[in-house]
């Protein structure tokens, strides 16, 4: 199986400064249609995840433009650019291009 | 907007059987895959299976397969996961999945819990 690893495991952060999120897969993501299978959700307590990027780049419809996906290959970042208070929870990254598609560990981020 | 409500969760014993549904609203899903995905206890998260549309092609992952069936109607955009033998690491929250493409895995229901406890 496809291993990601997600670092930091826990970020507190600064309300209104940078934050980012690093993903590593133990293998290539690029799928044999040409697309990367990299997504990241986004859970706030109390709630079933959300998906926030998909194909590691594309935000989903309502999420901030502070928030942004990138990488290539085997690393992949979710960078937040001014934490704001809805942005506490648990941030996953997930591949979906070598079944079983895979999740990272989470990524517990929180306000100082 | 689009809605997925899952259901039919509960406790069971070990070696139980339990049926979930999920009811898929607000979205036209022609064509499209639809899955289930865990989360234990402890937060992790699991792809469990996914089901095609025309040809109902599915694919499980190893820790359910042979127990977990997954089925759907597309009439009525139900989706289904019988669960036998269950034991108690089948403990989690289960959440079907969907989206114009599964793998981008776009919309997620707001789970229901499982617990296998005797």
């Known amino acids: 199986d496809v291993v990601m690893t997600q670092s930091p495991l826990s970020l507190p952060v600064t309300l209104g400064q940078p934050a980012s999120i690093s993903c590593r897969s133990s293998q290539g993501l690029v799928y044999s249609d040409g697309n990367t299978y990299l997504n990241w959700v986004h859970q706030r307590p109390g709630q079933s995840p959300r998906r926030l990027i998909y194909k590691v780049s594309n935000r989903d419809s309502g999420v901030p433009d502070r928030i942004s996906g990138s990488g290539s290959g085997t690393d992949f970042t979710l960078k937040i650019s001014r934490v704001e208070a809805e942005d506490v929870g648990v941030y996953y990254c997930m591949q979906a291009t070598h079944w079983p598609w895979t999740f990272g560990q989470g990524t517990k981020v929180e306000i100082k | ?118």
């Open chain 2, 1 to 118: 907007q689009v809605q997925l409500v899952e259901s039919g969760g509960g406790l069971v014993k070990p070696g139980g059987s339990l049926r979930l549904s999920c009811a898929l609203s607000g979205f036209t899903c022609n064509d499209c895959y639809m899955g289930w995905i865990r989360q234990t206890p402890g937060g992790g998260l699991e792809w469990l299976s996914y089901i095609g549309d025309r040809r109902l092609y599915t694919n499980y992952a190893a820790s359910v397969k042979g127990r977990f069936t997954t089925s759907k109607d597309s009439a009525k955009n139900s989706l289904f996961l019988q669960m036998n033998s269950l034991r108690a690491d089948d403990t989690a929250v289960y959440y079907c999945v969907t989206g114009p493409q599964i793998r981008d895995a776009a919309y997620w229901g707001q789970g229901t819990l499982v617990t296998v406890s005797s």
